[in-house]
């Protein structure tokens, strides 16, 4: 069975090939530490989980990278407003993110380079530019000149037909109606320097800018080339379609051979954004006695290259189709051989350009199936190694003593046809906490 995935460099769902295989390189780009992490960029590293444990599941050996960018000028902002220096304040937002991680089951990545780490990387890059010609400096700044890179805007679309040669811009991120030469280094301060937000170089005193980490960062972990790259898809321009002219025009090499990006979570039809204000974060949901999976479970009913209207009644679906199955799970008999059918279309349905929701409904015909609960219960485990979904912390439900006893007495009845002393039996299972439904595939039971 091969995997297939949507390539945004070529636009087609294409065979994966690795450079190396089993080994993949995967490259995620991280999350900006100056705040708590929003449900939107949530939906993000959950695809990105998704992807890596889907990878996994086709036996890749997978070495993934996730940067941490730990400055920037919003970092710098917050931490002037908060009086604090600025990694008082990122390792505050680093500490934060990892524990809500844990909390959606996310697979820790195998390196989480922060930026402030890496400045003589990015350095080495930076000087090579410069000494290719590609990039210029500017009263201290340093700046990449994208009319010099033919291949500029060849992941996202951008014509950079007409672009006056020399406007640029010193903000990272920019419209995509006007690509301009970016900035690779940002000249600063001493006193900057003094508070740690700023570095030498051999341009002065500056820091870098935010496309630089990621190309330096990967490049160091990963290689010249390598696999996969991914983010959310804001970031296909310009950070993604930068990060290829920084690394292509400094190494003579193709950066990356897929490159995958994550549709948006909305509210309202609106992009979920900070600088909107319509963010949630997970400490939101907790607080409203929502269990962080119900999260990730609302995430893999949506392919990720649709957008996702988050709803409080969807996310309320959500935890009731979870609760639902943990009780199932809990009532089946220790795993054994599983249902190899169910198995193969789910491995089918993930490996199509990863197709959870498809994935997700294979599933639950699985759980609702005749199969016996031994079988169904192996194949829930192994499907949940995508999933992510905690199924094997599901503990076992224990029937109050007797109650197994009355379960099979009662199915004697109904099979004979006597309901009314069924259903004397069904009351009394409900006064030990014990409710009874009757499927196609036999009684079940729930303890309350
Ligand atoms: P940031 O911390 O802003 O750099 O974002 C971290 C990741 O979240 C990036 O991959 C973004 O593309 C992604 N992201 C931001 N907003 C959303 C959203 N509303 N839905 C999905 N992903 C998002
Ligand atoms: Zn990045």
Redesign the pocket.
Known sequence: MSLKLYNYLTRKVEEFKPINPPNVGLY??????YNF??I??????VFEDILRRALVFNDYKVKHVMNI?DIDDKIINKAKEEKIPINELTKEYTDAFFADLGRLNILPADVYPQATEHIDQMLKMVGSLIDKGLAYVKDGSVYFSISKFKDYGKLSGTNVKGVKAGARVDVDEYDKDNPQDFVLWKASDSDAKSRHEAFDSPWGIGRPGWHIECSAMSTQYLGETFDIH??????LFPHHENEIAQSEASTGKKFVNVWM??????VNGE????RLGNIYTLSDISKKGFDPLALRYLFLTAHYRSKLNFTWESLEAAQRALSNLKNEVSTWEEPKVGCAEFEDNFKKAVSDDLNMPKAVAIFWEMVKSDYPASAKHKSALVMDEVLGLDLSDVKKAQLPEGARELIDKREEFRKRGDFAGSDKIRDQLKGMGVEVEDTAAGPKWKVK
């Open positions: 995620t780009c991280g999350p900006t530490v992490v929003h939107g960029n949530w939906r993000t590293f960018t991914t983010g959310g898809v804001d970031l990006e994550g549709e948006h979570l909305l992009k979920m954004a900070k």
